[in-house]
């Protein structure tokens, strides 16, 4: 395993339609999500992880036997390397088998790199008339055909911004079997269990 999860988080500003923030790893699926399927019990779909001999792993609960896989085949593989490259190798921090497997050890120093690119949109052009044309390209894509079954048309981080407001109004829903788990560390280090 030499590639991790690489994630990409970028946000464009808009004008009245607010922000369009795209965060996603450049795998199939965020190790946070293989965990969560682990602690519930439930298969991984194929395609999530695979075997060092080739093989899909559906089992979450024998994820430390294989590795995720990248998102589009080469395509993903290529964005993976490349940021692993810009946020890892470009710093000076761990890239590929210099990095630390942190569901695995829980002692060595992670050496986590990060690369953050602040770009002046003032440096391109009138701010006021690029937020609007940002908001012109919300509108048009939000407008477009639906296919069959489709009920609406989401821009990235619109769901996450709903998720926010949905929580924020009525509390984050803990699972069962996080909430036992939560328990159980709760009661070890004597501190009060989370209310219901």
């Known amino acids: 395993m ?3 999860t690489n994630p990409i988080a970028i946000a464009v500003p808009g004008g009245t339609r607010g922000e369009i923030v795209l965060d996603m790893a450049t795998t199939n ?3 946070g999500k293989v965990k969560i399927k682990a602690q519930r019990g ?3 779909p194929e395609g999530w992880m695979m075997t060092p001999d080739g093989k899909p792993l559906t089992d979450a609960k024998r994820a430390n036997e294989g590795f995720l896989l ?3 085949g080469p395509k993903g593989y290529g964005l993976a390397l490349m940021f692993g490259l810009l946020a890892g190798t ?3 921090a761990a890239f590929g088998k ?3 497997d942190f569901n695995r050890d829980f002692s060595t120093v992670t050496n986590t790199g990060h690369l953050v690119v602040a770009v002046n949109v003032a440096a391109f052009g009138d701010v006021a008339a690029f937020k609007q044309k940002v908001d012109e390209i919300w509108e048009t894509m939000k407008a ?3 296919l069959p079954g489709v009920r609406e048309i989401l821009l990235p981080g619109e ?3 709903r998720v926010y407001a949905e929580r924020m109004a009525n509390g984050i829903p803990v699972a069962e079997e996080l909430r036992a788990a939560l328990d159980e560390l709760a009661d070890r280090v004597d501190v009060r269990r989370l209310s219901r």
């Open 2 to 4: 030499l590639l991790s």
């Open 29 to 31: 699926a965020a190790y």
């Open 42 to 44: 439930e298969a991984m």
């Open 70 to 72: 990248p998102i589009g």
């Open 90 to 92: 470009l710093n000076g």
């Open 98 to 100: 210099d990095v630390v």
């Open 144 to 146: 477009s055909p639906l």
């Open 159 to 161: 769901r996450s911004s």
